[in-house]
């Protein structure tokens, strides 16, 4: 199944769960059943834009981006990000008006049934989502699916303090679990920008896909044959690595691609989704970096 298809089940799911929602908050006058009908609003917008940003993602190399279109999945993570932000600040504020105005809650055991089942249906959703962001290696399908998270961790917390109200008859408390909710739903949000952000710029591989690279380099290894100036980077769903390969000067060109070629497709099994780039230098050549001149 492609990103695509998982993030119009999502698209799908959320039209259903605002529905739901709505009418929780319809039912009950909870403002806390609002805030989480709202994060379900933001989530079908993270959604919609999340697709649109996979499909470009999808799109081969052209003139203009001849090294292709992957990073576009960073927008979404961003993208979702803000929205979340913004979802946290209306629902804040609505939960700090109905916390100096109390009101009644009308018909909570039609409003909590409600919400449990969309919250199951987005628990369901995510989970699913998030071993696809893995296999696909999708920052677009793992913002989506974190931000759904986001959504049953609300709703879980809305449920709890309103059974609370129900029980202790503090209608404040309604109030104040919206108030929390905000708070949790900001963190991920910020949590979202970020990681879309240390994409844009080109952030290095993880610690433990670095620690591949470099065993399956050691296979390689020999007095005469060394590798040094790795850099990884990671670009939506691709990853890259470029080093330098040092060889006996003597050898055949033909000889030397060889080995380069064993070594790029020996990277390239290890490592899932990876571009090896190698250069080829004699054994007694170094190569230069950050020279003073490349700063001006």
């Given at each position: 199944?492609?990103?695509?298809?998982?993030?119009?089940?999502?698209?799908?799911?959320?039209?259903v769960t605002i529905a739901m929602k709505t009418a929780a908050w319809w039912f009950?006058?909870?403002?806390?059943?609002?805030?989480?009908?709202?994060?379900?609003?933001?989530?079908?917008?993270?959604?919609?834009?999340?697709?649109?940003?996979?499909?470009?993602?999808?799109?081969?190399?052209?003139?203009?981006?001849?090294?292709?279109?992957?990073?576009?999945?960073?927008?979404?993570?961003?993208?979702?990000?803000?929205?979340?932000?913004?979802?946290?600040?209306?629902?804040?504020?609505?939960?700090?008006?109905?916390?100096?105005?109390?009101?009644?809650?009308?018909?909570?055991g039609l409003g909590l049934v409600l919400a449990l089942v969309s919250s199951a249906?987005?628990?369901?959703l995510a989970w699913v989502m998030l071993k696809a962001a893995r296999q696909h290696?999708?920052?677009?399908?793992?913002?989506?699916?974190?931000?759904?998270?986001?959504?049953?961790?609300?709703?879980?917390?809305?449920?709890?303090?309103?059974?609370?109200?129900?029980?202790?008859?503090?209608?404040?408390?309604?109030?104040?679990?919206?108030?929390?909710?905000?708070?949790?739903?900001?963190?991920?949000?910020?949590?979202?920008?970020?990681?879309?952000?240390?994409?844009?710029?080109?952030?290095?591989?993880?610690?433990?896909?670095?620690?591949?690279?470099?065993?399956?380099?050691?296979?390689?290894?020999?007095?005469?044959?060394?590798?040094?100036?790795?850099?990884?980077?990671?670009?939506?769903?691709?990853?890259?690595?470029?080093?330098?390969?040092?060889?006996?000067?003597?050898?055949?060109?033909?000889?030397?691609?060889?080995?380069?070629?064993?070594?790029?497709?020996?990277?390239?099994?290890?490592?899932?989704?990876?571009?090896?780039?190698?250069?080829?230098?004699?054994?007694?050549?170094?190569?230069?970096?950050?020279?003073?001149?490349?700063?001006?």
């Open positions: 199944m492609q990103a695509r298809s998982y993030l119009k089940l999502s698209v799908l799911v959320a039209l009950t006058d909870s403002v806390a059943l609002l805030s989480d009908a709202l994060e379900s609003l933001v989530n079908l917008a993270g959604a919609v834009f999340a697709l649109a940003m996979v499909t470009l993602a999808a799109r081969p190399p052209d003139e203009d981006h001849p090294y292709g279109h992957h990073k576009a999945e960073y927008f979404s993570g961003g993208f979702e990000g803000l929205l979340i932000l913004g979802a946290a600040l209306g629902i804040a504020w609505a939960a700090l008006n109905r916390l100096w105005n109390p009101q009644p809650l009308e018909q909570l249906l987005n628990g369901g290696r999708s920052m677009a399908l793992e913002a989506d699916a974190r931000h759904l998270m986001t959504d049953v961790w609300t709703s879980v917390g809305v449920v709890i303090g309103l059974i609370g109200v129900s029980l202790s008859g503090w209608l404040w408390l309604d109030a104040a679990v919206a108030l929390a909710m905000a708070a949790n739903i900001a963190r991920e949000g910020l949590h979202l920008m970020r990681a879309a952000v240390d994409g844009l710029m080109d952030r290095a591989l993880e610690p433990e896909l670095c620690a591949q690279i470099d065993a399956t380099l050691a296979e390689f290894a020999h007095p005469t044959i060394r590798f040094d100036h790795l850099h990884t980077r990671r670009a939506g769903s691709r990853r890259y690595v470029d080093l330098h390969m040092h060889m006996p000067a003597g050898w055949t060109l033909g000889r030397a691609a060889a080995l380069r070629t064993s070594v790029e497709q020996a990277l390239m099994a290890a490592v899932p989704g990876l571009r090896a780039s190698i250069q080829l230098l004699p054994s007694d050549v170094e190569a230069h970096f950050n020279d003073p001149r490349d700063l001006i």
